[in-house]
């Protein structure tokens, strides 16, 4: 139930936030649905790949580690922007765009899902 409404949470900002303020461009609800999808995926699999990076840290003297921490804090803009190459209806105006965009949507879930019981 919680994934459900986090893609309709995320949804919802990229449909705001395209709509209100130009921050992205998205043809229709039913497009910031699946961007909001296909992001989740790639943040998914990009944070999945850091793993490893990690664990070989400290065969690397901290190195990989580092690189791990770099590729989490950018796993949400780069998911975004990998997915304007598969979704038709879904532009990235700019690059603070993006960054900012993926502010709201991290703060946004933050103060939503951190006031759930654990």
């Known amino acids: 139930m ?4 986090n893609w309709i ?5 990229i449909y705001y ?3 209100q303020f130009g921050l992205l461009s998205v043809e229709s609800f039913p497009t910031a649905l699946l961007v ?8 998914w699999l990009i ?3 850091t793993k490893p990076l990690k664990v070989l840290g400290c065969l690397t003297f901290g190195v990989s580690y580092l690189a791990a921490l770099v590729l ?11 997915t304007q190459e598969f979704v038709s209806g ?5 690059m603070e765009n993006l960054i900012l965009i993926s502010l709201v949507i991290s703060l946004v879930n933050n103060l ?3 006031s759930e019981t654990k």
């Open 47 to 49: 944070r999945l790949a």
């Open 17 to 19: 936030g395209a709509n």
């Open 112 to 114: 939503v899902f951190s």
């Open 36 to 43: 909001s999808l296909i992001a989740a995926l790639l943040t």
């Open 9 to 13: 949470v995320n949804a919802a900002i």
């Open 2 to 5: 919680r994934i459900l409404l």
């Open 90 to 94: 879904f532009q990235i105006t700019t």
């Open 72 to 82: 989490g804090l950018v796993a949400i803009p780069l998911a975004f922007y990998l």
